[in-house]
């Protein structure tokens, strides 16, 4: 019985995944993580100025800065419209942004950790803010995976197309 759950499972899940391995994504699909990763961009950047007070001018400026790049590689692309290169670019800069998150919450926790060590009792308000731009971090990484694995299906179709051309 376990192993006939474990069939059915393998064979609902994994037909459809291996079905798009070589389809074009769908405008509606395209569209949808466009949306889901505005809307992670916007939360990022709610936990971006929560964080705020905690962190550094500079390391602010730098999130900030990674935030406008994101948001304007999405407005290219409604502006000029979808292409691989596109999407990759916007996976790139989704990932720095993942990035610039990262650190900025080891610099809340580090700078709250050195203030425990120097006997001054926990911030828990710095700590809210590290839970929170960390999860809103995560958020931003999962969509540009989801971005990532679309470019790379619209590359591969590319590809398989001029390599039957090239025949």
């Not at 700590?127 to 809103?136: E, P, Q, R, T, Y």
């Not at 299906?153 to 001029?162: D, F, G, H, K, Y």
């Amino acid at each position: 019985m376990k192993y006939l759950l474990t069939l059915i499972v393998v064979l609902l899940c994994g037909f459809p995944c291996f079905a798009q391995k070589n389809a074009w994504p769908s405008r509606e699909e395209l569209s949808d993580l466009l949306q889901k990763a505005n809307q992670r961009v916007t939360d990022f950047d709610i936990a971006l100025q929560d964080g705020k007070p905690f962190l550094s001018e500079a390391r602010f400026k730098i999130d900030v800065d990674a935030l406008t790049a994101v948001h304007r590689s999405v407005g290219d692309l409604d502006k000029n419209g979808l292409s691989a290169y596109a999407l990759a670019g916007l996976t790139i800069k989704l990932d720095d942004l993942a990035v610039c998150g990262s650190i900025s919450v080891q610099d809340i926790l580090r700078d709250g950790w050195r203030g425990t060590v120097a006997g001054k009792s926990p911030n828990l308000s710095s700590l809210g803010s590290a839970i929170k731009l960390n999860g809103a971090d995560k958020a931003v990484n999962d969509v540009a995976e989801l971005i990532g694995h679309a470019a790379l299906r619209m590359i591969n179709v590319e590809e398989n197309a001029l390599a039957k051309i090239s025949k």
